[in-house]
Structure formats: structure tokens, C-alpha cells
């Protein structure tokens, strides 16, 4: 037989393809529906979180830290309860990591502050000192792009079915009465902060990256 | 069988690739170099302001040394190696020496482009599947035009059987295209809703435990099929081209082909043990990465015993010790994986610097060692010219060997170190470290595995050294060498 399939390129091809494809199918297809449903009282991010969320993305900080704690004593005692599936029922992609350079932040909202991610994003080592991670100054002046997160949460209530309210609509008009709402949500975050510049700018309607990133990492609970 | 000289192999696609895959893998060992380097000396960070902190400069790294510098030289060798196992010349077809040349230009351009639009942040945050969907499109583009070349040389040739390179390139195809298409399964959010905000940024189909289980399907699997299969697809050509040795067992070959084929996409979930996927998918990872040493270790007792009675090539001939030591890295990697996929090792090893130590033993030892003697072997016949130095060869070999050793054996140091750092308790049962006290005691390795990176760059910049002067200054061949690659 395989000196046949050598001859014949077609034939070769498909089967090389269904040998390599079986696996996929026996082995991610039956988890799918029951995987993505949510535990119960989960709530779909914010506009201000998911904006928060890219820039957890852009800058890749999954380069360093996890979110996915481990049922292990030694976990559980540093990072709080472990991860159950339902919990990352709305996480498009899902941001579980695989390198620990710095400590997972499953749960970092439960035992960090706004005010601490200001500092410590300013200048790790002055809250941490000895780390190697490298300050993200930059967040304190760009902007978070908050008509994409809200492009996106439009996306996924559309397509699928992820519960936002009924004012969540494809439109411009949508967006501008949505986005107070943000406005309002960055203006808390700003409240506990310090940095003049940043709050200057979240006074005026422009919100630094900073503050979308500390609405996300305090949602992580 | 005709004769190898009716024939006048193009290898102008070929050179091409080949070029840019030298370009490719100086950028990216330089990107990883001063990455490894930032982990030890924080203050390297802030060279390019956002644009240069390890996060935002790994992903640029991994794409660079995959789908730069690894996907072209599976690309560079395939236009060589095909062209010569099929026993048909490009230059015979028009058409195919288009799409070879569109193949390769749209590589390239797409390959900066998406490099570009990585520093700028734009990703997906899906390791090594970071590109956002419009160079994801590119990639397909570039990837059926692959097909086209690979499936066009096979329609026109004149050796009807496949040697077993073309198994592999052809399974190298068929196997990143599935893998690509269905973990990079995303929405345009721009698209679907109305177009608001920008137009880059898209959402993936899959959430949570799934996208996890899609990623690592995806992650492991880019591995066997950009890090493996066409690896093994060049060992099988230019290990007996190089040696003048046949093939040890075609019986073994087959055994480790289709063996691979079908175990290797098990094994994904073994990144995703202790975490919520269900349990039996975690055993499932689990036992057959263990298979997966047979398979492995198939191919590369194959390519050692083919060597057999011709040990003595090893001392005279650097492009044999590159593949030897090759294979024989391919054996460690693939051991050692299996190892860490054991569910109580993976608790200990996961999360730490073992992983990349793994991961690094493979590329650079197996990956890199066997492209850079691929396209050695290569030089003599596409320029007619004898390789430049054979002692730059045997200096960069030692060199490179030595800084592979230093960077896996600092990692699995770390690694385990971290990993019992993270679970050590004292006699009452609480943690005895905070996370920091198990950032700062991995100083040195850090720091010596930037000097292993530092070795390995100065060792390729060797390679390419070498390579340029054999195209522009290496003795003039007048005829074709048979087996062992000239060299002054």
C-alpha cells in the first residue's frame, strides 16, 4: 500500500490529511459547547475593561504573566482560588499564558489596588523592588482606543449572543450615547489616582491606557 | 532513473529564500539575544522606548525565528531539494518559476509587514499566532502558492515516487494550513459592527477553555510542523547527499513518518495540564507525548545508523558533524518532552524557564544546527563555488555547540529551582517565598544564558559571513560535486 500512495500524490496527500486531522476531531470537537458556558453571575466585560484588555494584549504582558492558578496547596495559598472554566466564558482569546516570569493575575484584583498598578506601572522596582519588569510609562500617555472595545463588545453580542444590553448597537449614534458610560467608569479609576496628567486627560474625555488597563486588572477576581 | 546531468536544475527561487532566511535568522537570534539579556539587565529595556520592552520584542522575536528565518528555509531547501528528487527542472515550467518567485516576494513583504504591525501592538495575544487577520491572510496567500509549486513540480515529474522528503514537505503544507486556519478563526470587529473603530482588530471565534484548547492544538502542533517535519524532510536529503551513505531502513522511515503524523497532533493538551480543560484530554496529551519518543527517535536512529561504517566522515567533514549533532539534539529535545508532558513533572516544569530551556535545545540545536547545514551543502551547487572556510566552519560549530550547552543547562537550572521556590513550604506549611525572592535567585542563569545568546549570534554571524563570501569569492567549481560539499 505505501509503495502505491508513494506513486500517487493525491492520494498520499489525503491520507496524510486524515491521519493528521483525526486527532483534532476526537480530541477538541466534543468539549466545545460545554467549555464556553459561563459560570454563574459571570458578567461580560465593560467597554473600559475590554479596552483594557488590548492593552494587556497589545504590550503582551501574556510574556510574562499567567492567568490560569493551578488546584495545587502552594497556588491556592499565593493566588487564591483556582481557575474554573465557566470563569473565562467571555474571554476572546483566552489569556492563560505559559511563562511565569512575573506571578499570575487570575485573581489580582482581590489583593491589588488602583493605586498600587499606578505605581508599580510607573516603576516597578518602587514597589517591588529587585523586579525586572520594565516600566510601562508609555500607558500613561497613549490613548486607549475605546471605540474598538466597544466595536468589539458589539462583535460578540452580534455574533455570539454574549449578553450586553440592547443599547449595545452596530451604529455611531450607539457608540456616542454608550460612551459617557465609559467616560464615567475611567472617571472613577481616575479618582484614585494620582498622576496630574492622567487625570487632566480623563477630565477631558481622553483616557490613557493606564486607566483602561487598572479597570481590567481590577475586574481579574 | 535519467541522469542527473541531462538535467540544469533553476535554483533561482531558491537563492532567494535562501538570502532571506539568512536575514531573517540574524534579526531574530538578535531580537532573542537582547531579550535573553533584558531578563538579566532590566535597563536594556528601554532602548527603543515602547517599542523595545521584552513583551512587546518576544512575539517579534518567535514570529522572526519561525516563519523568517525556520518557514524559509523549509522554503529555500524545498526549491532545491524538490527540483532534484522529482528529477524536474523549474526552468522547464513558466508558470511555476512565477508563482515560485510570487511565492517568495510575498513571503518576504508579508514577513515585514507583520513584523511592523507586531512592534506597533497590533495582536492577537495567541502565542506564535499573534498576526492580526490581514497578514494572516497574506500567510494563506503565501501558503497556497506553496501548495501550487509543490503540487506543480509533482504534476510535471519524471521520477514517479515521492522520496521522503516530499512526504514530508508535503506534509509540512497540509499540516500548518489546517493548523493556521482554524486557531487564526477570527471576526473583524471593524466588519461586524458597522465599522466602528479600527480596522485591524478582530475577535476570535473560540473563548476561554476552548480558544485554549484551539491555541495549544495550534502551538504544539506549529511545532512538529515547522520545527520538526521539515527538518526531517532535509536530514533525509542532504544527511546521504552529504555522507554518500544511503538511508539506513526505508522500513523505519515509513514506521516514522506515519507514526508521527498521527501522534504528534495528540499531544497539544499536554500544555494545558492542571488547568480546567477536562482531565481525560490532559491524559490524553500526556500518554501520547510519551508515544511520541518512538516516532521521533525513529527518524533520528535512522539518520545516525546511516552513518554506520562512515563514522569516520564526523572528524573530516564539519557539514556531517552539524547533522549528526542535529540529530543527536532532536533525540535530547524529543526525550525531554515527553518528560515534562508526565503530569507530576509538568507541575513543577510548567510556568518556568525549563520550558524555553526545551524549547532552545530543540531550535538551536536541531533547527538551526540542520538549516545552516542545508544551505552549506546547498552553496557549493547553487554558486559553483566552494565553501569560503572550512576552519570559520569548525570554529562556528564549537562555538555554537558550546553556547547551546550553556543555554539549556542554565534554564533547566532555573527552572526547577523557580518551580520549588513557587511550592516550598516551611514547617507550618506556609510559603516559605515570595514570588520575588524567586525572580531575583535566577540572576545568573539569566545572565549566562544571555551570554549563550550572545555565543550563538556571534556564531551565525560566522555562518553568514561564510555564506556570503562562498557566493561572492569561494573558488570556481567546474563541475558539480557528488557527495562531500568542497570546502577551503
Not at chain 1, 110 to 117: C, E, Q, S, V
Not at chain 2, 117 to 127: A, D, N, R, V
Not at chain 2, 204 to 232: C, E, K, R
Not at chain 2, 315 to 321: A, M, Q
Request: charged share 15%.
Amino acid at each position: 500500500m505505501f509503495h502505491w500512495l508513494e506513486k500517487n500524490p493525491f492520494f498520499f496527500a489525503v491520507m496524510v490529511f486524515v491521519v493528521i486531522a483525526f486527532a483534532g476531531l476526537i480530541e477538541i470537537l466534543p468539549n466545545f459547547a460545554e467549555a464556553s458556558r459561563p459560570v454563574v453571575g459571570l458578567k461580560p466585560y465593560t467597554v473600559l475593561e475590554l479596552a483594557g484588555k488590548e492593552v494587556y494584549k497589545k504590550d503582551a504582558c501574556i510574556a510574562c504573566h499567567s492567568q490560569m492558578i493551578r488546584p495545587f496547596k502552594a497556588e491556592t495559598d499565593r493566588y487564591g482560588q483556582y481557575s474554573l472554566s465557566g470563569e473565562y466564558a467571555y474571554d476572546r482569546p483566552f489569556l492563560w499564558g505559559s511563562k511565569r516570569t512575573g506571578p499570575d493575575l487570575h485573581r489580582i484584583g482581590n489583593y491589588r489596588t488602583t493605586d498600587w498598578h499606578e505605581n508599580h506601572m510607573w516603576e516597578p522596582t518602587d514597589v517591588v523592588p529587585g523586579s525586572i519588569m520594565p516600566a510601562y510609562k508609555h500607558q500613561f500617555t497613549n490613548l486607549a482606543d475605546l471605540e474598538t472595545a466597544y466595536a468589539e463588545a458589539v462583535t460578540v453580542k452580534n455574533v455570539f449572543a454574549t449578553p450586553y444590553g440592547d443599547e449595545f448597537q452596530g451604529t455611531r449614534a450607539a457608540w456616542e450615547a454608550h460612551k459617557p458610560k465609559v467616560l464615567a467608569d475611567a472617571a472613577k479609576i481616575a479618582a484614585d489616582m494620582k498622576n496630574k496628567d492622567v487625570k487632566e486627560a480623563v477630565a477631558a474625555g481622553n483616557i490613557p491606557e493606564v486607566v483602561a488597563l487598572i479597570a481590567y486588572l481590577n475586574r481579574l477576581k | 532513473m535519467q541522469s542527473n546531468a541531462a538535467l540544469e536544475y533553476d535554483y533561482s527561487v531558491a537563492k532567494l529564500f535562501t538570502y532571506a532566511t539568512i536575514l531573517f535568522g540574524f534579526l531574530g537570534m538578535l531580537i532573542g539575544t537582547l531579550i535573553a539579556a533584558q531578563l538579566a539587565f532590566p535597563e536594556l529595556n528601554y532602548l527603543l522606548g515602547e517599542y523595545g520592552t521584552f513583551s512587546r520584542l518576544r512575539p517579534v522575536h518567535t514570529n522572526t525565528v519561525i516563519f523568517g528565518f525556520t518557514v524559509g528555509g523549509a522554503f529555500a531547501t524545498f526549491y532545491y531539494v524538490g527540483q532534484r528528487v522529482l528529477k524536474v527542472s523549474m526552468a522547464e515550467s513558466k508558470f511555476l518559476m512565477i508563482i515560485g518567485k510570487m511565492h517568495f516576494w510575498i513571503w518576504f513583504i508579508g514577513a515585514l509587514f507583520a513584523t511592523v504591525t507586531l512592534l506597533m501592538g497590533y495582536s492577537q495575544s495567541k502565542e506564535y499566532a499573534q498576526y492580526e487577520w490581514p497578514a494572516d491572510i497574506v500567510i494563506v496567500i503565501l501558503w497556497v502558492l506553496w501548495g501550487v509549486s509543490i503540487f506543480g513540480l509533482i504534476g510535471i515529474r519524471r521520477e514517479k515516487a515521492l522520496y521522503i522528503s516530499m512526504w514530508y514537505y508535503i506534509a509540512t503544507f497540509l499540516g500548518i494550513a489546517m493548523l493556521y486556519i482554524f486557531n487564526n478563526m477570527s471576526i473583524p470587529t471593524y466588519f461586524a459592527s458597522g465599522g466602528l473603530g479600527n480596522v485591524m482588530h478582530s475577535v476570535s471565534m473560540y473563548s476561554g477553555t476552548n480558544d485554549a484548547l484551539v491555541q495549544w492544538w495550534y502551538g504544539h502542533n506549529a511545532v512538529a510542523f515547522g520545527f520538526t517535519v521539515p527538518i526531517v524532510a532535509m536530514i533525509y536529503y542532504f544527511l546521504p547527499k552529504e555522507s554518500g551513505q544511503a538511508i539506513y531502513s526505508y522500513k523505519l522511515s515509513l514506521l516514522s513518518f506515519w507514526g508521527l503524523m498521527f501522534v504528534y497532533l495528540w499531544a497539544g493538551s499536554h500544555h494545558l495540564l492542571y488547568s480546567p480543560v477536562p482531565d481525560w484530554m490532559q491524559t490524553m496529551g500526556s500518554v501520547f507525548s510519551i508515544v511520541l519518543i518512538l516516532p521521533s527517535w525513529g527518524s533520528a536512529i535512522n539518520m545516525l545508523l546511516t552513518m554506520k561504517g562512515e563514522w569516520n566522515q564526523l572528524t573530516e567533514n564539519p557539514l556531517i558533524k552539524f547533522m549528526v549533532l542535529a540529530s543527536t539534539f532532536y533525540m535530547l529535545s524529543t526525550l525531554e518532552g515527553p518528560i515534562q508532558a508526565i503530569k507530576s513533572v509538568n507541575a513543577i516544569a510548567h510556568f518556568t524557564d525549563w520550558i524555553p530551556g526545551h524549547v532552545h535545545d530543540g531550535v538551536l540545536g536541531w533547527v538551526v544546527f540542520m538549516i545552516m547545514a542545508a544551505l552549506f551543502h546547498m552553496a557549493p551547487r547553487m554558486f559553483k563555488r566552494e565553501i569560503y572556510s572550512k576552519k570559520l566552519l569548525e570554529a562556528q560549530f564549537w562555538l555554537q555547540t558550546t553556547a547551546v550547552v550553556l543555554y539549556f543547562t542554565s534554564m533547566w537550572i532555573a527552572g526547577i529551582t523557580q518551580g520549588m521556590m513557587w511550592r516550598a513550604v516551611d514547617e507550618y506549611g506556609n510559603l516559605m517565598y515570595s514570588f520575588i525572592d524567586t525572580v531575583t535567585v535566577l540572576h545568573p542563569y539569566y545572565a549566562i544564558r544571555a551570554l549563550s545568546g550572545v555565543l550563538y549570534l556571534t556564531g551565525f554571524i560566522m555562518f553568514a559571513y561564510n555564506m556570503i563570501k562562498t557566493m561572492t569569492s569561494g573558488r570556481e567549481l567546474s563541475e558539480e560535486p557528488q557527495f562531500r560539499s568542497p570546502m577551503a
